[in-house]
């Protein structure tokens, strides 16, 4: 198939706008916080919320651009995204900021699944795992620079909790309007019919001999996906006591480091074996969150440093070795249904955990909180991580 620049630099440009607007709230809960006078579950709330869209566009649109055509969902996706972002702009309480949320959660689901199928049907290169990568990496830059342009504008931009949302408006509106004017080859463009079935979630647990082990992979995107969303979601409200500077700046910059070098770990590290892939993510999930632990106390620039940048490596080889494993276990039956489950585990890992911080802060304190959540990933990971590195699944093939 001959590559259409044009056609493959716009569904990137609208792909990376659209993720972008869906993490741009990170930064700012701290100023809702204060604006609203909210708790710590308020805003644990809010971020469950919009990973409960999340899970909802994944379970019930997540095959729909098979069936429809990878333009038509994104161009709903990113109109969702418009349509979210529009009513946080405008919300006055949290229940309309909540709504706000989770309809861009629902968006981000669409456009992750159509944008990852469009630029499989428009490179010509038809080398799979080069398309993955590329697709992986620009999501990554996408999802980073939401964060880190919220945190910009949220430090510096007068009426921030306004303002920040404005530069998202004006360039998917801009993305938009370039779907629809895309001239996409014939073999990209064709539609099918959809029944009621398409639209029913479909997951798959494997047989008996290979469940343990999937058992054991499912348990990365748990722990990967709870540990970045405590930075994502908490770590605006504890974050005075981690380093001397403070604002969202500060937290934004934290998230899209994450983010950015979770991309670059992924790349790097793709040809570590998965037994030791897994197993590496896994103590680094350990150690980050012993690091914050020690921080919470030390108030140390240099610990957080280090905190975020192992919480990078952790994140970024769990999702290698996560997806990696299923691929291996799964066969093309039962791939997607596999692949589904595998994300609603994970999704389920951001959104529980999440929840217990933000009850157990209104309780007894964020320190409190925090520590006990880190404590269990520390408990959880270690463990975890031997029996990974171990499982003969995991082994490379003899």
Not at 81 to 108: C, E, P, Q, Y
Not at 377 to 386: E, F, K, M, R, T
């Amino acid at each position: 198939m001959k590559l259409n620049v044009s056609s493959y630099a716009w569904v990137s440009f609208a792909m990376i706008v659209g993720v972008m607007g869906t993490a741009l709230i990170s930064p700012l809960y701290a100023l809702y916080q204060e604006a609203w006078q909210l708790q710590a579950s308020d805003i644990s709330f809010i971020y469950v919320i919009y990973m409960a869209g999340a899970l909802c566009g994944l379970l019930f649109l997540g095959r729909l651009p098979d069936r429809v055509g990878f333009r038509p969902m994104m161009q709903c996706g990113l109109a969702l995204v418009l349509l979210g972002t529009f009513i946080s702009m405008v919300s006055s309480d949290m229940v309309v900021l909540s709504i706000g949320r989770f309809i861009v959660g629902i968006a981000s689901s669409m456009l992750t699944t159509s944008s990852t199928l469009g630029l499989s049907k428009l490179s010509s290169s038809g080398n799979m795992q080069r398309v993955a990568m590329m697709t992986g990496f620009l999501m990554a830059f996408g999802f980073g620079l939401g964060p880190l342009l919220g945190g910009i504008t949220g430090q510096w931009a007068s009426a921030p909790l306004v303002t920040t949302y404005i530069p998202t408006l004006l360039l998917g509106i801009l993305g938009l309007t370039a779907l629809f004017r895309l001239t996409l080859p014939q073999a990209a463009s064709v539609m099918e019919p959809v029944g009621w079935r398409d639209v029913l979630p479909k997951l798959t647990w494997p047989g008996r001999a290979t469940s343990r082990a999937f058992v054991l992979t499912c348990c990365l995107p748990f722990l990967a996906f709870g540990v970045f969303g405590l930075y994502a979601s908490m770590a605006p409200l504890f974050l005075d006591k981690l380093v001397p500077w403070h604002g969202p700046v500060v937290s934004g910059t934290a998230i899209a480091l994450i983010l950015f070098a979770s991309a670059i770990v992924q790349i790097a590290a793709g040809r570590l074996p998965i037994h030791w892939c897994g197993a590496v993510g896994l103590i680094s999930l350990a150690l980050s969150n012993g690091l914050l632990m020690l921080n919470l106390w030390a108030s140390s620039a240099i610990l957080f440093g280090s905190g975020v940048l192992l919480t990078a490596i952790g994140h970024g080889m769990s999702m290698l070795a996560g997806m990696s494993m299923v691929n291996r276990l799964a066969t093309p039956s039962n791939r997607s249904g596999m692949m589904a489950s595998y994300l609603v585990i994970g999704y389920i890992g951001s959104m529980i955990p999440m929840m217990g911080v933000g009850w157990i802060a209104d309780h007894w304190g964020m320190d409190v909180a925090v520590r006990i959540f880190c404590i269990m990933v520390i408990v959880l990971s270690i463990p975890l991580a031997v029996f990974f590195q171990r499982h003969p699944n995991m082994q490379p093939a003899a």
